[in-house]
């Protein structure tokens, strides 16, 4: 009889202890799911921000680039502002491919 007794009370101990095992988890995904940054990707934005603060200090100056090179950004930046500011209108876009 003390033995049924003992299980029957480990048993219910054992199953309350699995429903606070089950709510510290659920706690922990609520905590994690509310900040978009782990512990690693902090630790791989951390490692980038010192490589691009101590790598132009150790590595030699490059030359400047060609002009031609220079003049391509401003280029897709004119297409960029010509393309925003075009007025479309969808139907008629639409009706022109069939």
């Known amino acids: 009889m003390e033995k049924r007794l003992r299980r029957s009370s480990f048993g219910q101990v054992h199953s309350a202890e699995q429903k606070r095992n089950q709510a510290n988890r659920n706690k922990s995904k609520a905590v994690s799911a509310s900040y978009p940054f782990s512990a690693q990707s902090f630790m791989v ?3 980038v921000t010192v490589s691009l603060l101590i790598l132009p200090l150790m590595l030699p100056p490059l030359p400047p ?3 031609m ?8 930046l004119l297409v960029l502002l010509i393309l925003g500011f075009m007025p ?3 139907r008629n876009i639409a009706s022109s491919y069939l």
Do not use: A, R, T, Y
């Open 65 to 67: 680039p060609p002009l």
């Open 88 to 90: 479309s209108d969808v």
């Open 45 to 47: 934005l951390f490692c």
């Open 69 to 76: 090179l220079l003049l391509i950004p401003i280029g897709i």
